[in-house]
């Protein structure tokens, strides 16, 4: 089945350090992949997608590579903020019997940058 | 623009009760999904309904159910609550079609208790 594997948290960087969250991926074809990070007490904020193979999303700062030969969507940022501070959760679409469409979501890894 | 919103944000409920959780989507968004947010099983899909007719559903019990009307509002509803139904509920709009291409908004979502 369609499934996304992310590392586990909680990570915690001080200001300026580099981040990586590693997310791998199990599907049927090639979905869409998606980012998304949920600020304490908020819902879920689309970070960044990619459609296909080879594409990067980026946004904030945050990037990120659909690798279909590693079936692979990591999120790297260069240098983390004390507000970038968050659940972030990797996800892909998968697409139900009546043409509707749904998100599988990682665990989510906890992040914490303190200054 | 107006976000999803989401209605009561908190709710305490005992065991054997049932909850009805509401959602406005965006104006002029067609696609209301449904999403349950706990610490162990993480996000998990419930259903998705687009012009008032289910299109997916995640593998949820019989006791969770839902519907949409013709503005596009949602509700779900959670008939004879167990301890395990506490959790943070989400709801998302999008335009329909491909979330790769249609994004999904969350809510900040419905957090429910259950005593």
């Known amino acids: 089945g369609n499934s996304v594997t992310q590392m586990e948290g909680p990570v915690t960087l001080s200001e300026e350090a580099f981040l990586t969250i590693n997310c791998t991926y199990t599907?049927?074809?090639?979905?869409?992949l998606f980012w998304y990070v949920q600020y304490p007490g908020e819902g879920l904020q689309l970070l960044l997608k990619?459609?296909?193979?080879?594409d990067k999303g980026s946004n904030k700062g945050f990037e990120a590579t659909y690798r279909k030969e590693t079936t692979s969507f990591h999120l790297e940022k260069g240098s983390v903020q004390v507000s970038d501070s968050a659940v972030y959760f990797c996800?892909?679409?998968?697409?139900?019997?009546?043409?509707?469409?749904?998100?599988?979501f990682g665990k989510g890894t906890s992040l914490l940058v303190t200054p | 623009k107006a976000g999803v919103t989401q209605t009561p944000r908190y709710l305490i409920k005992t065991r054997g009760q049932q909850v009805t959780l509401s959602c406005s989507p965006i104006?002029?968004?067609?696609?209301v999904s449904w999403y349950q947010q706990t610490p162990g099983q993480g996000l998990q899909f419930l259903f998705e309904?687009?012009?008032?007719?289910?299109?997916n559903k995640g593998n949820f019990p019989g006791r969770f159910s839902g519907r949409q009307f013709s503005n596009s509002r949602s509700e779900m509803n959670v008939s004879t609550l167990e301890l395990g139904d506490s959790a943070l509920y989400l709801c998302?709009?999008?335009?329909?079609?491909?979330?790769?291409?249609?994004?999904?908004?969350f809510g900040a979502g419905s957090r429910l208790t259950v005593l």
């Open positions: 998302a709009s999008s335009l329909g079609g491909d979330p790769g291409a249609n994004v999904l908004t």
């Open positions: 599907a049927t074809g090639y979905p869409s």
């Open positions: 990619a459609t296909k193979a080879d």
């Open positions: 996800a892909l679409i998968f697409r139900g019997s009546n043409s509707g469409y749904a998100l599988n």
């Open positions: 104006s002029g968004h067609r696609s």
């Open positions: 309904y687009f012009s008032e007719t289910q299109r």
